[in-house]
């Protein structure tokens, strides 16, 4: 029987009709034309729909586009940590490079600080957002983009335990983009 040790994990949502999305971006348009002999998909949706990374252009204009996106900062070691509730600096703990967050709705401004401070590439949330939805200020967004860590949002977290693991999360290359969606895997290792 082989062993399930050392498989990748899809943390990446579906793109689908009816899935979360942030209040007023628009909905998905999903459709298939039949051809001759072959099938094409139409896609209408946010840069921001379904797991993606958004990019320092998402709150600064002369920031980063999503095409510059760095694949070493979505490519290593992460650490997924459970919080079930928002994240705070006390619940950060041994950080890395790459951090991920389970069961958090969002980051406190502090938590961010601390993030930023200690150096870290990029963070993922299995939310809507690193901010609360009824945020107007988005300070987590503006620290965490402000000092170069780039930002991954709804993830599918529900199979990975916390712990450290290989994580590979790249973004489409689109040009000149605030954002875009990304495909993200996660497999275990050692502690």
């Given amino acids: 029987m082989q062993s399930h040790e050392n498989q990748w994990i899809d943390i990446s949502v579906l793109i689908r009709h009816g899935m979360p999305l942030w209040p007023g971006d628009p909905d998905i348009g ?4 039949e051809k001759t002999v072959y099938r094409v998909t139409s896609l209408r949706i946010s840069a921001h729909t379904g797991t993606h990374c958004d990019a320092p252009r998402h709150f600064f204009a002369s920031g980063a586009s999503i ?6 900062a979505g490519i290593g070691t992460a650490r997924v940590i459970q919080t079930d509730g ?4 006390a619940a950060l703990g041994q950080m890395g490079e790459r951090l991920l967050f389970k069961g958090a709705p969002y980051i406190e401004p502090a938590a961010a600080r601390a993030i930023a401070a200690a150096g870290v590439r990029l963070v993922g949330i299995d939310s809507l957002s690193v901010d609360p939805v009824e945020s107007t200020e988005y300070a987590a967004h503006k620290i965490l983009l402000g000092s170069g860590v780039w930002i991954v949002e709804l993830l599918d977290l529900s199979a990975a335990m916390p712990g450290r ?3 590979i999360c790249l973004p489409l290359k689109i040009f000149g983009s605030d954002g875009a969606p990304a495909r993200a895997f996660l497999r275990r ?3």
């Fill in 189 to 191: 290792l050692a502690e």
């Fill in 86 to 89: 928002p994240v705070t600096e």
């Fill in 165 to 167: 693991y290989e994580l």
């Fill in 30 to 33: 999903l459709e298939t034309a």
């Fill in 67 to 72: 095409d510059a996106f760095p694949p070493e």
